[in-house]
T-cell receptor
């Protein structure tokens, strides 16, 4: 079945550090890929998405590229800020597969000033 | 649109009591999802609806849990009787189509003592 595997952390970085959160997936159909972010005490918010191979999603300085050959959708940001402290979830929705959003376990990021 | 609205934000109840969580999805969204989030199990999909009809309730943990969607603008998740292990944050989410991103509410933090 469909699944998402991501770094679980927790991870602590200093402000302005480079961030990479690895995400790989298994899907039987044609998945769309998502990164969600959850700030403390809040619900999940869509951060970015990509719907087909080689698409790059970007938002708020974050980027992720849909790599079909490596079944990956790694999240990157060149310079993190304290306000980026949150839990990050990788997810997929698989047309022809599970047909519902499948989430990774989430990774907690703390950015210190 | 105000987004997905959940109530109450916090609920504390005694073991054995009935608990009802409420959700108003984004207007025009055809899909509604109920999730549960705990530290131990992460984010779990409990049930989802399409056009008010339950499609997949395989994530509902026990018969004590039930969900309804009497119309396009309202859904409830009920736990009767509640148990301490039901303590979690419950999220409602809605989406326009099946394979697009879901929009989450702020969640209901349930504590059963």
């Amino acid at each position: 079945g469909d699944s998402v595997t991501q770094m679980e952390g927790p991870v602590t970085l200093s402000e302005e550090a480079f961030l990479t959160i690895n995400c790989t997936y298994t899907a039987t159909g044609y998945p769309s890929l998502f990164w969600y972010v959850q700030y403390p005490g809040e619900g999940l918010q869509l951060l970015l998405k990509a719907t087909k191979a080689d698409d790059k999603g970007s938002n708020k300085g974050f980027e992720a590229t849909y790599r079909k050959e490596t079944t990956s959708f790694h999240l990157e940001k060149g310079s993190v800020q304290v306000s980026d402290s949150a839990v990050y979830f990788c997810a997929l929705s698989d047309r022809g597969g599970s047909e519902k959003l499948v989430f990774g376990k989430g990774m907690k990021l703390t950015v210190n000033p | 649109d105000a987004g997905v609205i959940q109530s109450p934000r916090h609920e504390v109840t005694e073991m054995g009591q009935e608990v009802t969580l409420r959700c108003k999805p984004i207007s025009g969204h055809d899909y509604l999802f109920w999730y549960r989030q705990t530290m131990m199990r992460g984010l779990e999909l409990l049930i989802y609806f399409n056009n008010n009809v339950p499609i997949d309730d395989s994530g509902m943990p026990e018969d004590r849990f039930s969900a309804k969607m009497p119309n396009a603008s309202f859904s409830t998740l009920k736990i009767q009787p509640s148990e301490p292990r039901d303590s979690a944050v419950y999220f409602c989410a809605s989406s326009l189509f099946q394979y697009t991103e879901a929009f989450f509410g702020q969640g209901t933090r349930l504590t059963v003592v």
